[in-house]
């Protein structure tokens, strides 16, 4: 008997300490309640692999494009090109760097390129290393006054935030090349050439210069007019629903590009809109506000096949100004960027260069 009551008496401890560990386990434990909802904070809603994430909650990491280099108002040690940030338009928000070639004398009017940046409408400023080292060679090549845009990116502000931007700075640059007043920018003031203003850009920012000349063909700048002097088109992006030319087929190709374009503009412009595929339509096409075009590409640009098309049908559209094209063979897509001071890269600059001169 007293061994009966010696296993009751162990058994009984035993329940009580279970008891005791389960009164002491968190009330949020898996054991009593189901698992709660994945945090909105880490759950992705979309990636571009190695340039932007977005979280579900509205955070952003970008991964390219975020380190940024000062100006250079003593000048580049490279080419002696100064340089400094300045807002072109209070109102809108929009500023610029520029960048002014030396030697130039009092007086002197040169050519202005008003340059827009690549990075997916998502990535990069002004301010970014290689679109600081471009610029700036740009300028010491032509040698032009140089306008560097900084403008909205997605997804913070979806298109046509972008484009809105690109159009408030091509009128503030315009208006500053003819202004003498005090409050005019003295860089554009005394040196910008307002009958020969350039667009130019590279990728996404090629993509915004074409859709600045066709805005500025319905919206007329008032003492301007409608038509710039040239656009420069490195490596455009553009895009459409079906394939071009030589354009992967592949449905898991195509899955990286088409739903890119879909989160840049939040679903308002389809794959076949005008502002990422031209070709859709020709009559708004064929009021290109420009006389002259340069499309630059590379062999190995993921929108080869749309630069050429782009080459190809811009005189069957209507447009009757003058095409320049200028292809790399070997190369991948806005090469000259990181390879700024290789022979293909030196190349493509003369051939930019050598437009902006003749504009």
């Known amino acids: 008997m007293p061994d009966l009551s010696r296993r009751v008496l162990c058994l009984a401890l035993l329940v009580a300490a279970l008891a005791a560990l389960l009164l002491r386990l968190p009330i949020r434990s ?3 309640k189901p698992r709660a909802a994945m945090d909105p904070d880490s759950e992705v809603e979309f990636e571009l692999q190695g340039v932007m994430r977005m979280y579900k909650s509205g955070r952003v990491e970008r991964f390219d494009g975020t380190e ?4 250079s108002p003593d000048g580049d040690p490279a080419n002696g090109v100064t340089s400094k940030d300045v807002v072109l338009d209070p109102a809108a928000g929009v500023s610029a760097r520029l960048y ?8 002197k009017r040169l050519p202005v390129v008003v340059f ?5 409408f998502m990535v990069h400023t002004a301010a970014s290393p290689l679109y600081h080292i471009y610029a700036a060679s740009l300028a010491a090549a032509v040698p032009a006054l140089v306008v560097s845009v900084d403008y909205r990116l997605a997804p913070e502000h979806r298109l046509p935030a972008a484009y809105d931007d690109a159009f408030a700075a091509l009128k503030a640059v315009v208006a500053a090349c003819r202004a003498d007043g005090a409050e005019a920018e003295p860089w554009l003031a005394a040196h910008g050439d307002a009958s020969r203003v350039v667009l130019a850009g590279d990728s ?10 066709i805005r500025l063909r319905k919206e007329p700048i008032d003492g301007y007019g409608d038509t710039v002097s040239g656009i420069v088109l490195l490596h455009p992006y553009f895009w459409g629903k079906e394939p071009l030319g030589a354009e992967p087929t592949d449905p898991g190709y195509r899955a990286i590009f088409d739903p890119t374009w879909e989160f840049i503009c939040g679903g308002k412009f389809g794959l076949d809109h005008p502002y990422i595929n031209p070709m859709a339509a020709p009559e708004e096409w064929r009021q290109l506000g420009c006389r002259r075009v340069l499309v630059t590409t590379a062999e190995q640009c993921w929108f080869v096949e749309r ?3 782009y080459a190809e049908e811009i005189k069957k559209c209507g447009w009757d ?5 200028y292809e ?3 190369e991948e897509h806005v090469f000259f960027l990181p390879k700024h001071g290789s022979d293909n890269a030196v190349k493509e600059l003369a051939v930019v260069a050598d437009f902006v001169r003749r504009c």
């Open 116 to 120: 827009f940046h690549g990075g997916a």
């Open 68 to 71: 940024t280099v000062p100006p």
């Open 321 to 325: 100004g003058e095409l320049e094209f």
């Open 100 to 107: 002014l070639p030396p030697g130039v004398e009092p007086g």
């Open 328 to 330: 790399t063979k070997g």
């Open 204 to 213: 996404a920012g090629a993509n915004m210069a074409h859709n600045a000349a």
């Open 30 to 32: 898996h054991l009593l």
């Open 307 to 309: 630069a050429r098309a």
